[in-house]
Every structure is written in C-alpha cells, then in structure tokens.
C-alpha cells in the first residue's frame, strides 16, 4: 500500500489496484506498473495481477475448517457455490490460520487456483 515498496512486487503485464477497505471487486481496477505508484496513498493495495480459474474461500472457525464457498466464473465473483476442498486444499489454508494465532473467532483465507491448478493467497 505504499509506492515505496512497489520494487518488492514482482513484474506482471499489469497490477490489481483495490481500497484496502473493500469488499468484492468494488473500487477494483487493473493498471500498469508505470501507473500503480501514482495511486499508492496508504488506501489502497496492489498485487500482481494473476490469470486464475476461480477464487475459493475456506472458513474456519475456532481453527476449526467449517465449509468452503468458490465462485467457477471469475466475472461473477459474487456468485458463490459450495466447494469440496481437497486435503491439499485444506493443508493450504490450515498455514494461514496457524500463522495468523487467533484462536477464537471466524477465520476466512481467500485463494485463486491458477491455471496450473496452484493455489495462491
């Protein structure tokens, strides 16, 4: 969220740009490099971005997996169906909760599976 760590970002053919507090893909916008730094201001974020097959999202509670939602069509993110994780799958998610050592409360950890069937954070 700042330009002076836009370096630390690796190189993509364009960034994602979105309000640090947002939901969905209100505010979202896709910018090259040359443009990103101009709109780092602390309110928003950026990552590279990445060509993905769809987003899925794996919900914890008490560090407990409870169920998974993913969205099979990237341009109707909104649209959520049940997912049936793999224990790959939940091996991935289970890092973050483990990482992030809350251990009441609702955890979420959204994922893109790429088009080599990576999961990424």
Known sequence: DRAGD??????AAS??????AGAD???LQFLP???VAARLDGTVLAQP???????VSFVYVDRGFRYALHAPDPERRWELVPYEPTGTDLAFAGRFVEWNGLAHGVTRVDACRT???????
């Open 49 to 55: 971005r990445v060509d993905f097959r769809y987003e």
């Open 115 to 121: 088009r080599e069937g990576e999961l990424l954070l």
């Open 25 to 27: 893909s209100v505010g």
């Open 33 to 35: 490099r040359e443009e």
């Open 6 to 11: 836009l370096h630390r970002l690796p190189e």
């Open 15 to 20: 960034y994602a740009v979105k309000p640090v």
